[in-house]
């Protein structure tokens, strides 16, 4: 098959990176795969030069003429399938096959945000997905939004698909010194946006004892967002004087390598679909420390020790707490049950075969 994958940018973004990792998947068996990208942002761009899979920037300041210029390109291109993510780049690809189109379209939903539903622009988004033919989502509460938006779509066209992990790259090291120093080594690897919670986490690690911020190291990865969360934090980080403890780094393509070298990978957001930074952890046996939300409390196995609700500071306090007490081999045993659940869940065949499936019905 001749396969299109179209999304905003090439950014460090988790949607990216799975339609990235989905595109090498269909590379490896066998099919012709391409990209289109609007914004040239070019993040993950290497891993498919690697791979010789060709991308096209189409960039044009007016969406209006954006909207033309891509729909005269993908139908140019005589594809078999195309394959979409995200929200606007999803409504493009619909509108780019009026009033006729000879492709398959598969529309990618990434977002279980709540707001969707106080949104016209974004309701109306989801209405759309009636001139797709397949509509995949990676989380149950994805799907139920879009089923709440638009009751018009089948459940045979509504699909969960979890994110594709790679367990060989994903895979933990035997380099791995847990709690190293008697520090134990929490990673984040999130965007700075208000709703992943940076204030939540500061606040928390503000409640612990003097003792315990002692045993306690923070490495947040990821870009600023587009509000001012990143400032607010740094500041409260200031006023709380933790700059030892909790530190800020940009994203990094080399994220398996921090990874390797934690004791345990953080999500403290209010909202998420499946976010790939806890499919990651995971996979690479490591401990989770998570919001109790959308598909988290199933991945790992309702652990309430695990878990917390994001709004709670007092409960994110007691889960680092609680973490911070382990013993190693209370670590190893979590990181090694997380480390089968991810094969079973993220296996990248199983998830590469069941979106062929999709696209071949």
Not at 316 to 340: D, F, H, M, P, Q
Request: net charge positive; hydrophobic share 40%.
């Amino acid at each position: 098959m001749k396969i299109l994958c179209v999304i905003d940018s090439l950014g460090s973004g988790g949607a990216q990176r799975q339609l990235v990792e989905l595109a090498k998947g269909f590379k490896e068996k066998g099919h012709k795969v391409s990209f289109l990208i609007y914004f040239d942002i070019t993040f993950f761009k290497p891993l498919l030069d690697e791979v010789n899979i060709p991308v096209k920037i189409i960039q044009e300041d007016s969406f209006l003429k954006r909207i033309f210029k891509i729909r005269k390109f993908i139908r140019e291109q005589k594809c078999d399938v195309v394959v979409s993510f995200l929200e606007t780049p999803n409504f493009i690809c619909e509108i780019s096959g009026f009033p006729w189109r000879n492709w398959k379209l598969i529309v990618g939903e990434r977002s279980a945000d709540p707001k969707i539903l106080k949104s016209i622009k974004r309701r109306f988004f989801r209405l759309m997905h009636v001139f797709s033919d397949e509509v995949v989502a990676n989380s149950k509460e994805n799907i139920y939004i879009v089923k709440k938006i638009n009751p018009f779509l089948s459940k045979k066209r509504c699909h969960v698909i979890y994110n594709i992990i790679d367990s060989k790259k994903w895979t933990p090291s035997d380099s791995y010194l847990p709690l190293n120093e008697d520090k134990f080594r929490l990673i984040i690897a999130a965007s700075h946006l208000d709703y992943k919670n940076a204030r939540g986490l500061i606040e928390a690690i503000n409640c612990l004892t003097i003792e315990e911020k002692k045993k306690l190291n923070v490495s947040w990865y990821g870009k600023k967002g587009e509000d001012n969360s990143f400032n607010e934090a740094k500041e409260l980080i200031a006023k709380y004087r933790l700059e030892d403890i909790i530190k800020f780094y940009e994203p990094t393509q080399d994220i398996y390598k921090v990874y390797a070298k934690c004791d345990a990978v953080g999500l403290f957001s209010f909202l998420e679909g499946l976010p790939n930074t806890v499919c990651e952890g995971m996979s690479m046996g490591r401990l989770i420390l998570a919001s109790k939300i959308s598909e988290i409390p199933f991945l790992l196995n309702n652990d309430n020790n695990c878990m917390f609700d994001p709004k709670s500071i007092e409960q994110i306090r007691n889960t680092i707490s609680w973490a911070i007490s382990l013993k190693v081999e209370n670590l190893l045993n979590y990181g090694r049950i997380n480390r089968e659940n991810a094969i079973e869940y993220f296996d990248k065949n199983k998830i590469v075969e069941s979106y062929l499936k999709i696209l071949k019905k």
